[in-house]
DNA sequence: AAGTGGTCTAGACCACTGG
DNA sequence: CAGTGGTCTAGACCACTTA
């Protein structure tokens, strides 16, 4: 007789992955308590309980007290994303990283940019404009709003020798952020900016960052054509 | 005296996360050993396990064995999606979905494509051209090839009534899959199928999937102008 | 070689929620 | 209100990595 061994959380996570994938579970269907899985496979609970975890954070099953778990009927394509500062983004790929500040000024925010901030008072705010070079060709223009209440030591920054990028990554850590993609054509000044024609069509990372419920930035990112956004998974 | 209760996890992360923001560990610095915040917490080792690993998963902070916990220099946004199915994303916004299949043939694969596929021998493959709807308007355009080798079933089902879409989903589970988004401007056939002017600028999601090394889909779903994809942390 | 995070166990209790 | 997943503990051993 062969003794077991002790079984790893991810054997089991792939032994109920399995049977999702071959149909012993169909989707809808209910799987057996984690106690039953354990006793089962002979391991403790709490492995079964690492192992479901993976698989509800995958989005392959849906776990709720009482009602057990089931496999999900609807399946998402749940991905994970990581955003680089531009900086390193354009170094690890080899390349050269170049930054410019374009302009810097102060003024009131517009409705559309209050509206995306949500809750906020303020109304006037520094605006940056910025562009990042990669091998010293335009990569990302950058129009950028930040909440002079919640960052006040902005104004000291000399935005022409570090990005508000950088800074802000590095010494205003955000609570909670939103991220929204979407295409646009270039307008007049993008265009000029990132030295492409006019209506070429771009990818727009728009980011906007609080700390707690205190805005701090809001930043479009017009990405040079050819940009692409990657998962890995 | 007040009686300590017992610390959760997630009050555990927060301290550690809060030591963090106000600097008292700065990027770069090495956090005490698993060990020692518990003492001196007062939980067990396990508990702040489970908070470190929601940190490091948040990217917060790197772990090492032997190294030890480190606050991480370059903080990258990590952001999770979810892409669900066209038609429950259509419906999650209360809109009515539609679909209908434009064109449906076997073929040899671009180039293009059989290099997004890694490698694969298959030359021949199905291709799936599929118009989705929302509100009876033209939503996402949809150019599909599917690798008739790993999933021969394909042959037998109806694209006209069910959208491959949801067919694969439901029916061929992948194990793995790689996803990209990026911008391009309307040609002629997206043009029309989508009711767009010609050069408009589309967000492209392209999505490729695998069950373990065998190909399953490559799929370029064009989407109407003014579609985002957002992220919700 | 030794230090530190990662995992497993067995058991207890808690918290949510569906029947 | 009872069943099921979620969490916590204390302790042991493992595995990776760096000093």
Redesign the interface.
């Known amino acids: 007789m062969i003794r077991d061994e002790r079984l790893s959380w991810k054997e089991v996570r792939d032994q109920i992955r399995a049977g999702?994938?071959n149909r012993t579970y169909a989707?809808g269907d209910k799987l057996p308590r984690d106690a039953d899985i354990a006793e089962t496979l002979g391991c403790a609970r709490s492995t079964v309980q690492r192992a479901m975890r993976d698989l509800s954070d995958a989005?392959l099953v849906e776990r709720k007290r009482k009602g057990g778990t089931h496999v999900r009927t609807?399946?998402?394509?749940?991905?994970?994303?990581?955003?680089?500062?531009t900086r390193?983004e354009v170094e690890k790929r080899g390349g050269v990283y170049g930054y410019q500040l374009i302009d810097q000024s102060l003024g009131v925010i517009p409705h559309e940019v209050a509206r995306k901030f949500e809750q906020t008072e303020t109304t006037e705010m520094m605006r940056v404009q910025a562009l990042h070079l990669a091998d010293h060709k335009p990569h990302i223009f950058e129009d950028r709003w930040i909440c002079t209440d919640t960052v006040p030591e902005i104004l000291n920054v000399d935005l022409s020798r570090e990005s508000a990028n950088e800074w802000l990554?590095?010494n205003k850590?955000y609570?909670?952020?939103?991220?929204?993609?979407?295409?646009?054509?270039a307008d007049a000044e993008i265009a000029e900016c990132l030295k492409i024609e006019r209506?070429?069509?771009?990818?727009v990372i728009e980011?906007t960052t609080w700390?707690g419920t205190a805005a701090i930035t809001l930043v479009k990112a017009y990405t040079a054509?050819?940009?692409?956004?990657?998962?890995?998974?």
């Not at 952020?177 to 295409?183: K, T, V």
């Not at 054509?225 to 998974?233: A, F, Q």
């Open positions: 999702i994938l989707p989005g609807d399946p998402v394509t749940r991905a994970t994303l990581d955003i680089p500062i390193r990554v590095r850590p609570t909670r952020f939103d991220l929204r993609f979407y295409a646009i054509s209506g070429s069509p771009l990818l980011r700390i054509p050819g940009y692409e956004i990657l998962t890995s998974n």
